[in-house]
């Protein structure tokens, strides 16, 4: 199993449809429960087919050790690694969804910007995986 077979097998695009998700529709970045839907900027991901954190991290690290450098890698980085940018933001959103790594991104480093400025700087590489660093 190699990681992009991984992923795509185990995450989805869209927000996650689960009853505790539906009922917070009014304010759902708020009220979501955390780790069911992760925010790309371009699009949001969910997971899907019960994935496994030690088995996704296992793959990753075999494949992108630097990943895990405790230093920030954006998806043009990740995108360079997997060799597409899709891939790379699914499979960033992924981790975070199984807490692998942190999600920087505009929204969640600077809610308060507005959202042309946002998409400006998502556009521009910013946003990121950041793993604690390990021996
Ligand atoms: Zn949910």
Known sequence: ???????????ERGACQCGQCIDAVKNPESKQPKGHTADLMFFKVKMVNNPDATEFKSLAKREFPHWFDGREHSYL?????????????????LGKLLGVWELLTPNSLLPFIDEGMKMEMAGKGYISIKAKKED
Do not use: F, P
């Open 1 to 11: 199993m190699n990681l992009i077979d991984y992923v795509t097998g185990h995450v």
């Open 77 to 93: 980085q990740t995108g360079g690694d997997i060799g597409d940018q899709g891939l790379a933001l699914i499979t960033m959103g």
